[in-house]
């Protein structure tokens, strides 16, 4: 089956954009620099064109530099969609070190329509299990938002905000097979495909080929993931044009799924239909 007769991957090779199908990016970073580099080529504009190169048509972002004041990040991400709603749903990021100012955060956040919460801790020199997401996730849970974190610390750990949060969709940010039994057991909990691309990151998470999330986990539960702007979308969408895996998935993946949570989750976003 390798290869034969995918249009998705004829299109990638030739540098042509995937227009036929939906293609979203439910793992994404704006900015203009990280904790320790400079990103060029980071304006809306920039961004934009990238889209119409690749065919995506909408992306789920946040800031990319986490680790410092989340406010000032926030309200760049919000200014940055500002006028571009039609490429660009954002996510509010909290700092894990600073729950006295989650719900003003999140508050500013709904005012400006965002979809829901980025966490990720782990660049913010908090352990995992020593953070009780509770109240973000208690403001979350009758806004249709879904809860983005760079690493839940397993699965035993997110079980129970998934159990008591049911009404709020938990979105696993990197590509693993930890958590199996909940994506099969929870509607609530989706794995992005981010970094499918990479071995490991040398520091205890192992990420999964593109091949090995569609053999182990439900095909439906998959969201495609970039990580851009930290890196190219040809480094996401890549590894599943060239999936051995059957054409209808890579669609699936590409956007399919996205664009059926979307619909449950009700987000109107203007200028696109799906």
């Given at each position: 089956?390798?290869?034969?007769?995918?249009?998705?991957?004829?299109?990638?090779?030739?540098?042509?954009?995937?227009?036929?199908?939906?293609?979203?990016?439910?793992?994404?970073?704006?900015?203009?620099?990280?904790?320790?580099?400079?990103?060029?080529?980071?304006?809306?504009?920039?961004?934009?064109?990238?889209?119409?190169?690749?065919?995506?048509?909408?992306?789920?972002?946040?800031?990319?530099?986490?680790?410092?004041?989340?406010?000032?990040?926030?309200?760049?991400?919000?200014?940055?969609?500002?006028?571009?709603?039609?490429?660009?749903?954002?996510?509010?990021?909290?700092?894990?070190?600073?729950?006295?100012?989650?719900?003003?955060?999140?508050?500013?956040?709904?005012?400006?329509?965002?979809?829901?919460?980025?966490l990720l801790a782990k660049y913010q020199n908090v352990k995992e299990h020593k953070v009780d997401w509770s109240p973000a996730l208690d403001f979350a849970k009758d806004q249709?938002?879904?809860?983005?974190?760079?690493?839940?610390?397993?699965?035993?750990?997110?079980?129970?905000?998934?159990?008591?949060?049911?009404?709020?969709?938990?979105?696993?940010?990197?590509?693993?097979?930890?958590?199996?039994?909940?994506l099969e057991n929870y509607e609530n909990v989706f794995q992005s495909t981010c970094a499918a691309f990479v071995a490991s990151d040398g520091i205890g998470?192992?990420?999964?080929?593109?091949?090995?999330?569609?053999?182990?986990?439900?095909?439906?539960?998959?969201?495609?993931?970039?990580?851009?702007?930290?890196?190219?979308?040809?480094?996401?969408?890549?590894?599943?044009?060239?999936?051995?895996?059957?054409?209808?998935?890579?669609?699936?993946?590409?956007?399919?799924?996205?664009?059926?949570?979307?619909?449950?989750?009700?987000?109107?976003?203007?200028?696109?239909?799906?």
């Open positions: 089956m390798k290869h034969s007769n995918s249009e998705i991957l004829r299109l990638f090779r030739t540098g042509l954009p995937l227009d036929h199908i939906p293609v979203l990016d439910m793992h994404s970073h704006m900015g203009i620099s990280s904790e320790s580099y400079y990103i060029p080529f980071n304006s809306a504009n920039d961004q934009i064109a990238q889209f119409k190169r690749y065919g995506i048509d909408h992306m789920l972002s946040f800031a990319i530099n986490v680790a410092t004041d989340a406010r000032t990040k926030n309200e760049w991400l919000y200014d940055f969609r500002r006028g571009n709603e039609r490429y660009f749903s954002t996510l509010t990021t909290l700092h894990a070190g600073f729950p006295q100012d989650w719900v003003t955060l999140l508050s500013a956040g709904q005012a400006e329509g965002t979809r829901g919460i980025k249709n938002w879904c809860v983005l974190n760079h690493d839940w610390g397993g699965p035993e750990l997110l079980e129970p905000y998934v159990k008591n949060f049911p009404t709020v969709t938990f979105f696993i940010g990197h590509s693993e097979l930890r958590y199996k039994k909940l998470m192992e990420f999964a080929t593109v091949e090995q999330l569609f053999q182990n986990l439900p095909l439906e539960k998959l969201l495609h993931g970039s990580d851009t702007i930290d890196l190219d979308p040809s480094t996401s969408i890549g590894p599943i044009a060239y999936a051995d895996i059957p054409e209808v998935a890579k669609e699936k993946i590409l956007g399919g799924n996205a664009v059926k949570l979307i619909k449950k989750l009700n987000w109107n976003i203007p200028g696109v239909e799906f």
